[in-house]
């Protein structure tokens, strides 16, 4: 006896109605499901490339020395906000007080030596006049004993003058000439001199004379040896990586500390090269940072993306010629500049992770940007105080040893 056959699941659906409508419901709403992921895909993300790889970055500006010397006093400590131009470290002056001082003296000095040489412009001129009124004086002796001795020799024939008074005669028109010569002598010497003077001093005034100045260049330069015993902060931010410590004797360029301004800030969102083909500078980001989540939202815009991998820049590089190479998707920093009022806001730090996000739908942007800089990027004015206090000693020193018209 045999048994009875089970009918197989398709004649077993064919013959449940109940079971074949389950089928076509999902099979119904697995494509209505791929209709609307697939429709999401082209009309909205799209339009969008996102990463997680993104971090904030800003200007770390390090604080060296411009001079060597001895930490005497840390004016500033991590954490601590700082504005521009407030002191941060203070170096032993003493050196450079005392090369102040040697350069004072020696400004006073050139101003002397120079005010010498245009008051011996008028004395030289004083001994050109003596000279040439012993000239004169001179010429008229020379006529006189030249009218004397014409006199004798007239005479000398009647007997009325000795041999020895016109011999005399002779001899005293010769001392007039001898000494009409070396007064002759004595004018084109003080002339010269006047003209080796006047060619020291001739065309500019006491204060722009090339020895006043070189003086006055040895000035500005120790009094900023002096002022730079004392560094400035460049820009107003917040102290980070203090690493000198009192006593220290330090060189010139040696790191001491680092100070990060919180408004010049942005964000470097590594993106991987597939991503690339639709980003151009100018289009719009929105990044969220780890550190407040999503609750916080900053609005960024596409300011430039990098000229190379990070790979390519690496300190050790991948070398892709070997024989075992595996292929490895590269990713290109694209930096996303950030509003200074969300940053005021809700502050960052440098090093945070973001999470980027570009909306890719305006194309009208360029990949690089095809004009340089219109302006600096960032500068300051702290320095400039340094050589206007230079100037202003200067000018002081050389008033004071001008001396009365």
């Given at each position: 006896m045999t048994a009875p056959q089970t009918p197989s699941s398709p004649a077993r659906a064919a013959g449940n109605p109940a079971r074949k409508k389950a089928f076509s419901a999902i099979a119904g709403v697995v494509l209505v499901v791929g209709l609307g992921w697939a429709a999401y895909e082209w009309l909205v993300a799209s339009h969008f490339e996102s990463t997680d790889n993104a971090y904030v970055q800003g200007n770390v500006v390090q604080i060296t020395s411009q001079m060597g010397g001895t930490v005497v006093a840390i004016l500033a400590d991590d954490t601590d906000f700082v504005k521009a131009g407030q002191a941060l470290v203070r170096l032993d002056p003493a050196d450079a007080a005392l090369a102040l001082d040697q350069a004072r003296a020696n400004l006073a000095q050139s101003v002397r030596q120079v005010r010498t040489l245009y008051a011996n412009n008028a004395s030289l001129q004083a001994q050109i006049s003596l000279r040439e009124s012993d000239v004169a004086k001179a010429q008229t002796e020379i006529t006189r004993a030249t009218d004397d001795l014409n006199r004798r020799q007239s005479l000398a024939g009647d007997g009325a003058v000795s041999k020895e008074e016109l011999n005399h005669s002779q001899a005293q028109l010769a001392n007039a000439r001898s000494t009409l010569a070396s007064a002759l002598a004595g004018v084109a010497t003080a002339r010269q001199q006047l003209l080796s003077n006047q060619a020291m001093t001739e065309g500019v005034s006491v204060q722009q004379h090339p020895s006043v100045q070189m003086a006055a260049a040895k000035m500005r330069e120790a009094w900023l040896a002096k002022e730079r015993a004392v560094l400035p902060s460049p820009v107003e931010g917040f102290v980070a990586r203090r690493s000198v410590q009192l006593g220290q004797r330090v060189a010139a360029g040696t790191p001491l500390m680092s100070v990060i301004a919180p408004q010049q800030l942005w964000v470097d969102a590594n993106f991987k090269e597939v991503q690339l083909r639709h980003i151009r500078?100018?289009?719009?980001?929105?990044?969220?940072?780890?550190?407040?989540?999503?609750?916080?939202?900053?609005?960024?815009?596409?300011?430039?993306?990098?000229?190379?991998?990070?790979?390519?820049?690496?300190?050790?590089?991948?070398?892709?010629?070997?024989?075992?190479?595996?292929?490895?998707?590269?990713?290109?920093?694209?930096?996303?500049?950030?509003?200074?009022?969300?940053?005021?806001?809700?502050?960052?730090?440098?090093?945070?992770?973001?999470?980027?996000?570009?909306?890719?739908?305006?194309?009208?942007?360029?990949?690089?940007?095809?004009?340089?800089?219109?302006?600096?990027?960032?500068?300051?004015?702290?320095?400039?105080?340094?050589?206007?206090?230079?100037?202003?000693?200067?000018?002081?020193?050389?008033?004071?040893?001008?001396?009365?018209?």
């Open positions: 500078i100018g289009q719009s980001v929105e990044l969220t940072a780890d550190l407040y989540g999503k609750k916080v939202t900053y609005q960024g815009v596409v300011n430039g993306l990098g000229m190379g991998t990070g790979a390519a820049f690496a300190l050790l590089p991948a070398q892709n010629a070997t024989g075992n190479w595996i292929k490895v998707v590269q990713r290109v920093p694209v930096r996303v500049a950030l509003d200074a009022g969300e940053l005021a806001r809700n502050p960052l730090r440098v090093g945070l992770s973001m999470i980027a996000t570009v909306d890719v739908s305006k194309q009208d942007g360029k990949m690089l940007a095809d004009a340089p800089r219109a302006a600096a990027l960032v500068q300051t004015a702290v320095y400039e105080a340094l050589e206007r206090g230079a100037t202003q000693e200067v000018e002081k020193i050389i008033s004071a040893n001008l001396g009365h018209p």
